[in-house]
């Protein structure tokens, strides 16, 4: 049998939290991208522009990854978030 010593999780849904937690990473590592970049625009500096073109397809292509990953991470925040999860 599999691992029977990581908790009551049965392996169906210990897959699901897997996706999920991988899905949280890749989609915080791109609102943080965005955040910081956003961050460099204010100083004149836009660095997805400079790797991949000012308004070609691979930048909007980010932009829009960007947006997308922090509509998921508002919507699942209140239910991860261990500060304002909880009262
Ligand atoms: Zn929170």
Same mark, same amino acid.
């Given at each position: 049998m599999s691992k029977a010593t990581e908790g009551p999780l049965k392996p169906q849904r210990k897959g699901v939290k897997e996706i999920m937690k991988n899905l949280h990473m890749v989609t915080v590592t791109l609102v943080l991208v965005g955040a910081l970049n956003w961050g460099l625009v204010a100083l004149g500096f836009n660095l997805v522009t400079l790797l991949l !073109?000012? !308004?070609?397809m691979l930048t909007n292509l980010v932009y829009i990854l960007i947006g997308v990953s922090a509509v998921y991470e508002i919507a699942i925040h209140k239910g991860s978030c261990k500060l304002c999860g909880k009262k």
């Open positions: !073109g000012e !308004g070609s």
